[in-house]
């Protein structure tokens, strides 16, 4: 018999892109269903019209303009990108801002970059920093919770308008803000109950639905080995640890840590955005690195910042520096002679 050469890997494991994508995708499911639950059907519009796009655009651009024959929407990366994209949303935005977000997310944050594997910084945030950048009003004009029908305010003769109101994040900015210590405790005194935050009845994007629905996806991640939890522990623990030390030296301007670690996108950064595999570094160690920065920039622009979340610009930034963590943290050789 002639032998047969290959090369490596000759023994595969089964683990592959579209398992991995499809994976965190049903790690979503949960939040996903909460989120439509408490927001009504402006969540599932923003949604299937952000995934829609994002799986579009990404067929457009890769036959059309990249004229490539190779079909890239079936690995479930664009799936994925349009439900990041959404759940960093409000429920009330208007389609057009919508699409341009899905446009930006894959032509100019992926596929400008050379697709998958290739681009430096996560898609949906680049989608999502952008709209925050170029639409702050309608980016952060967030519907209360139980409005079953509401989505655009006079944009669809099918949805009647609803309420507005602020987030636990922006009460927590006011009370940083202001100068009197018994106003700034009476405006803390305004944030929901921690197990409201903990379950999700507040209002916000549509990824602040449910701590413990992103938790339980996190886990479920992390029990099917598509993450481990360097990333997703380490953000959490130094938010809260930061936090917890200047609570303790201004308990009237600073909220207790658990609703610090519990309010904004920080559970779906940390869990869903901050792993992702092309744009975090390669080993435990410089992940755990990667994880304490993010959590200390977040700290920084939630409580000194103009913005009340900083997970975005704080993912995006250490995105940047990924390609240095994985040049200076690698691991030990096998076979090394210690000197």
């Excluded at 949960?30 to 579009?56: Q, R």
């Excluded at 303009?65 to 409000?90: E, M, W, Y």
């Excluded at 106003?183 to 005194?189: R, S």
Aim: charged content about 10%.
């Amino acid at each position: 018999m002639k032998p047969i050469i290959s090369l490596s890997p000759h023994v595969h494991g089964g683990d592959s892109v579209q398992r991995n994508m499809y994976g965190v995708c049903i790690a979503l499911l949960p939040a996903l269903v909460a989120s439509i639950c408490f927001f009504g059907l402006g969540a599932a519009v923003v949604l299937l019209t952000s995934v829609a796009a994002c799986v579009l655009f990404e067929w457009c651009i890769t036959k059309y303009i990249l004229r490539s024959s190779r079909l890239t929407i079936c690995d479930g990366s664009a799936v994925l990108t349009g439900l990041l994209l959404g759940f960093n949303l409000p429920s009330n935005l208007p389609l057009w801002i919508i699409i341009i977000g899905a446009f930006v997310a894959i032509a100019i944050g992926k596929l400008t970059f050379g697709g998958l594997g290739s681009n430096p910084f996560n898609p949906a945030l680049v989608g999502r920093v952008f709209l925050l950048i170029s639409f702050p009003m309608q980016m952060t004009t967030w519907p209360k919770v139980g409005q079953m029908t509401y989505h655009v305010p006079n944009y669809d003769n099918l949805l009647a308008d609803g309420t507005t109101g602020a987030t636990p994040l922006s009460i927590m900015k006011e009370a940083i803000k202001t100068a009197d210590p018994t106003a700034a405790m009476n405006k803390l005194a305004e944030l929901p109950k921690a197990m409201d935050m903990l379950i999700g009845q507040t209002g916000g994007s549509l990824g602040e639905v449910s701590a413990l629905l992103l938790l339980i996806g996190c886990i479920f991640m992390i029990w099917k080995k598509i993450i481990t939890w360097h990333i997703p522990v380490s953000i959490i623990v130094t938010v809260y640890v930061l936090c917890g030390i200047l609570n303790l030296c201004d308990p009237f301007h600073y909220a207790n840590p658990i609703y610090v670690v519990l309010s904004g996108g920080l559970m779906l950064g940390a869990c869903f955005m901050a792993t992702d595999y092309v744009t975090s570094p390669m080993t435990h160690r410089g992940q755990i690195i990667y994880g304490v920065a993010i959590g200390v920039l977040t700290v920084l622009i939630r409580n000194f910042g103009s913005y009340p979340e900083g997970m975005s610009f704080a993912i995006l930034i250490m995105n940047g520096f990924t390609p240095l963590i994985n040049t200076y943290v690698k691991p030990k050789r096998f076979g090394e002679v210690k000197k």
